[in-house]
């Protein structure tokens, strides 16, 4: 497995993201309403942390949130709350779920389209959230994505769900024309310019686990020193990493970006120097579907860029190593199932600690006996057929 680094030059030059601990306070209130609602759990993996020679390692397993195997529910599901309650004259902060379940307001949410581009996750949340509001969901899916995630996402919700022969950002731009066309509502989870609201919703629903897991680490009186964040668009890293910020102040984890060498965009515009995001252009395949992303979020780059410590760029058997070594449980360790985009910051880690080509990254980054680390398993088994051939 190959692990590439670059130490960010670009910190702290921003004014610092605020009231983002405010913020996830209002938009838990609205994941509380939610059918099925239960903080995702943190899980402690202390098998791993002495092998590594760390004090601990916290994972805030996502696999189980809402029943959909990826945090992404949050997002999507925030997002329309805010949009419907925009669209019916409801105040956000005193309006719930209840308040769409009335027949009178079901009748007008049925006539409401919503679409989307995903590589699956989004759209999982996207056809779920549909179904929790009583609204219609038509999701598009970029080139080679594999017919089970097309399925999960019929299943998960009133979906209608094509697979393109397009690349990820090209069929993000084919939604956006069909929202257009067709009076349909575009709910995309990236923003760039003159479409920034509706991906502020999904970035502020990903706000939740951050405050769970900090929540949790509290109860242990830990503090986390290091934040390892898997990165497509950034939308969830930048997400937590705003809320860290916010919350622990001069005392955040030095974070450290994770992207798959293939679409490692947020690599590649901290390599730049000059605080510009880049894109990675071509057709990128990597196992690691839900992190193929060739442009970075408009509104979450800012913060990662002035907020990260590091950016590491891996190849795909560093997400296998992170699979297994999750699926393993080391010496007692609970096993927890992740998928290709959940493991990658794991399998990054334990390249990190143990490869001698790393050692300058590992000093860098002050990874040693003293370090508390917070992982995210982002997702389960969303692929299962991957999820057997690799781990078995
Ligand atoms: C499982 C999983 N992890 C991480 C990510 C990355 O999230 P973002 O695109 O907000 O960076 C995704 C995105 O789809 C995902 O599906």
Not at 78 to 95: N, Q, S, V
Not at 340 to 366: C, H, I, T, V
Request: glycine residues 12%; proline residues 5%.
């Amino acid at each position: 497995m190959t692990v590439r680094y670059w130490i960010s030059s670009l910190r702290g030059k921003g004014a610092g993201p605020a009231g983002r601990v405010s913020r996830a306070r209002a938009v838990r209130c609205f994941h509380e309403s939610v059918p099925g609602y239960r903080k995702s759990p943190l899980v402690s993996l202390p098998g791993l942390a002495k092998q590594l020679g760390v004090q601990g390692i916290y994972v805030k397993d996502e696999s189980g949130r809402f029943g959909l195997q990826a945090f992404k529910g949050l997002g999507g599901s925030y997002a329309m709350f805010r949009i419907l309650c925009d669209r019916f004259g409801l105040d956000p902060e005193t309006a719930s779920l209840e308040d769409f379940r009335q027949p009178e307001r079901q009748e007008a949410l049925s006539r409401i389209h919503f679409v989307t581009c995903t590589d699956g996750n989004h759209g999982r949340g996207i056809a779920w959230a549909a179904g929790l509001f009583g609204c219609r969901a038509h999701v598009y899916m970029p080139y080679g994505t594999q017919a089970v995630r097309a399925e999960n996402i019929r299943r998960a919700g009133p979906a209608e769900v094509s697979i393109t022969d397009l690349s990820y950002d090209d069929t993000v731009a084919y939604a956006s024309k069909r929202a257009a066309k067709e009076g349909w509502i575009l709910i995309q989870d990236t923003a760039w310019e003159g479409y920034e609201e509706i991906p502020g919703w999904i970035v502020e629903g990903y706000l939740t686990l951050a405050a769970e897991a900090v929540e949790d680490l509290e109860a242990l009186s830990l503090r986390p020193t290091h934040l390892f964040l898997q990165a497509g668009v950034g939308a969830m890293a930048g997400s937590v990493l705003s809320y860290m910020v916010d919350y622990y102040g001069e005392n955040k984890p030095v974070t450290l970006i994770v992207e798959p060498v293939v679409a490692d965009c947020h690599f590649r515009s901290a390599q730049a120097g000059d605080g510009q995001a880049r894109s990675v252009e071509g057709a990128p395949v990597t196992i690691m579907a839900g992190l193929n992303c060739g442009t970075p979020c408009s509104l979450t780059w800012p913060v990662i860029r002035d907020y990260a410590e590091g950016y590491l760029s891996c190849d795909d058997p560093v997400a296998v190593a992170g699979m297994r070594a999750y699926a393993a449980g080391l010496e007692g360790d609970p096993k927890i199932i992740s998928g290709e985009s959940g493991a990658a910051p794991l399998g990054a880690l334990l390249a990190l600690m143990q490869e001698e080509a790393l050692d300058e990254a590992r000093k860098a980054f002050k990874l040693g006996p003293e370090a508390v680390i917070l992982l995210i398993n982002t997702e389960g088994a969303t692929d299962p057929e991957n999820y057997r051939k690799i781990v078995g």
